[in-house]
């Protein structure tokens, strides 16, 4: 069973940083594509980033470093601003034709 979990989310305030881990457990096959993506309130969930692909409001302030050993990806935000805000959710092993698998989530709060 795939186990995919998220840390490191917080309360922060604007221009501050937070780095958030995802590490993904019970996987047979190796590597696999990780991917963040976030919900605001009362938004849709959107795709923030995945290695070396970053949605353009978050570029130049994200950064994604990994770990492939522990199938574990790191996302650094930097500069945070309150449009940041959301619920922050590690995808693993998405493809064309199949969903991955899905942590449960972290919060980020920035405020102002």
């Known amino acids: 069973q795939v186990q995919v979990m998220e840390s490191g989310g917080g309360n922060v305030q604007a221009g501050g940083s937070l780095r958030l881990s995802c590490a993904a457990n019970?996987?047979?096959?190796?590597?696999?594509?990780m991917a963040w993506y976030r919900q605001p309130p009362a938004k849709q969930r959107e795709f923030v980033a995945t290695?070396?692909n970053y949605t353009e409001s978050v570029k130049g302030r994200f950064i994604i470093t990994r770990n492939d050993a522990k199938n574990t990806q790191y996302l650094m935000m930097n500069n945070l601003t309150p449009e940041d805000t959301g619920v922050y959710y590690c995808?693993?092993?998405?493809?064309?034709?199949?969903?991955?698998?899905w942590g449960q989530g972290t919060q980020v709060t920035v405020s102002s």
């Open positions: 019970g996987l047979v096959s190796r590597p696999v594509v």
């Open positions: 995808n693993v092993g998405k493809t064309e034709s199949f969903e991955g698998y």
């Open positions: 290695w070396q």
